[in-house]
């Protein structure tokens, strides 16, 4: 009995090998598909982390650099009315002589200028520089103000006044006057700013400011020969002829809140220090920094031995 082989023929070509591999595609297994979930969770999780350290890092170099911003504004609006304090109007033309040529004129500085009318008047004694250690309701802890006058100006036609008080104001005829004080808004409790005011209402200059306060470099001559500098508060001025300079410290604080350990501290104004994770309200665990600064006055060597 003959045996009958049966011959399986596969289809040759392209159109076969893709029937063939069609039936032998297999899926994933499940723990391959938990395996590649927990990996991609693991990614996120990761990049997760790194995108709440980098929003950290950039809130606080963000708020470093806002507090160095308000900090160096607020000394440069206060130092450049503290360089001018007392500086008075050079009269070119007293009108006392007369010589053979107008350039020999002798010069004179105007000491005093009398109030008229709504014009307070310059008087450098009393209005050079005056502090209040604790200022009450319409007080200020720090006001400066100089002499105002016109003068010849190459744009102009006519002489005007260059001199400008905190909020860029022109001041009255006679007198430039700046006053600053560290403000808190009723409406705002939690809210401080440094205020200055000129010839209109007072105006925030910067925000976030815990502390502001105001020292005087005082110069004492009692002893021939020796001259003695002391550093007091505004109570202890006696005569404002004899300050010779001011140093002026700011206490800046930032936006964000900021995590850092329990007991973290800054250096107030006077020196101490302050835990500010102790701290309530919008400064509890904010960046504080304390900026210090000293203006020499540079006119009050004759308003302290010649004016008074």
């Known amino acids: 009995m003959s045996k009958i082989i049966a011959a399986i023929t596969l289809p040759t070509g392209t ?50 650099s806002l507090i160095q911003q308000q900090a160096s504004y607020a000394m440069r609006v206060i130092g450049q009315q503290l360089r001018q304090a007392g500086s008075l109007r050079l009269n070119l033309d007293p009108g006392t002589a007369t010589t053979e040529s107008s350039y020999l004129i002798p010069a004179a500085f105007e000491a005093q200028i009398a109030a008229s009318g709504s014009d307070p008047g310059f008087n450098p004694v009393t209005q050079t520089i005056v502090g209040k250690q604790s200022p009450g309701t319409d007080e200020y802890t720090l006001s400066v103000g100089y002499r105002n006058y016109t003068e010849p100006v190459f744009t102009s036609a006519s002489e005007i006044s260059l001199h400008r008080n905190c909020l860029g104001e022109n001041g009255t005829t006679s007198l430039v006057l700046s006053e600053f004080v560290l403000y808190t808004p009723s409406s705002e409790p939690n809210r401080r700013e440094l205020r200055c005011k000129g010839t209109s209402q007072p105006q925030a200059i910067i925000n976030n400011v815990a502390n502001f306060q105001v020292r005087y470099l005082l110069q004492d001559n009692a002893v021939p020969g020796t001259s003695t500098i002391k550093t007091v508060d505004a109570n202890g001025v006696s005569n404002w002829g004899q300050v010779q300079a001011v140093q002026v410290c700011l206490v800046l604080y930032g936006n964000e809140p900021i995590d850092i350990p329990t007991g973290t501290s800054y250096t107030d104004c006077d020196g101490s220090a302050v835990i500010i994770t102790n701290l309530t309200g919008t400064r509890k665990n904010r960046m504080h920094i304390a900026f210090i600064n000293t203006f020499q006055l540079r006119s009050q060597g004759l308003v302290g031995s010649v004016l008074q």
């Not at 090998?17 to 999780?45: D, N, S």
């Not at 997760?48 to 890092?57: D, E, H, K, N, Q």
């Open 15 to 64: 159109r076969g090998q893709k029937q063939l591999k069609k039936q032998t595609q297999r899926g994933v297994t499940l723990i391959e598909l938990m395996v590649g979930i927990t990996i991609g969770l693991l990614t996120i999780a990761v990049a997760m982390g790194a995108l709440m350290v980098s929003r950290g890092v950039s809130g606080t170099v963000s708020d470093a």
